[in-house]
């Protein structure tokens, strides 16, 4: 694997989840949300001058049979946005479970969705940072980009 941190985000229309990596893609750490209002370029911008991502991976949301949900032509005009404010490669990596597997993780820890409402989306977003960088491992990243 190339040396260098790597972004994972989960869109919402409130809130933006978040996740990086550690400059060796081994540990996945969530952290804090972005909100998604008129200050989100600019939260971003600050976001990415700290990390310098080598690539950014967004959950696209489908449903469950595989077909593209509402959200998902969403999460595809975000990552034109998000084209014009960083220079790196984007994966769309299928989120299907991710939410499902972040409220799994705040049970586990003794809360449930409503108290870790704060916590889920960069769970989420770390679930889906995992995902790419499994699929980095096994060289199958590249068909994911936006």
Not at 111 to 125: P, Q
Request: hydrophobic share 40%.
């Amino acid at each position: 694997m190339v040396a260098g941190r790597r972004l994972g985000l989960d869109f919402g229309t409130v809130r933006i989840g978040v996740a990086t990596s550690d400059p060796n893609g081994i540990l996945v750490s969530p952290g804090n949300y972005i909100l998604n209002n008129q200050d989100f370029s600019q939260n971003f911008s600050k976001l990415i001058s700290e990390i310098s991502p080598i690539y950014i991976a967004i959950g696209i949301p489908k449903h469950l049979s595989g077909n593209e949900s509402e959200m998902s032509n969403l999460v595809s005009d975000f990552a034109l946005k998000l084209k014009e404010l960083i220079q790196c490669d984007i994966f769309g990596i299928d989120e299907r479970l991710s939410s499902k597997s972040a409220a799994k993780k705040l049970r586990q820890v003794g809360k449930n969705s409503k108290d870790g409402k704060e916590f889920i989306d960069s769970l989420a977003a770390a679930a889906i940072l995992e995902t790419a960088m499994e699929l980095e491992k096994s060289g199958g990243l590249g068909k994911w980009r936006l």
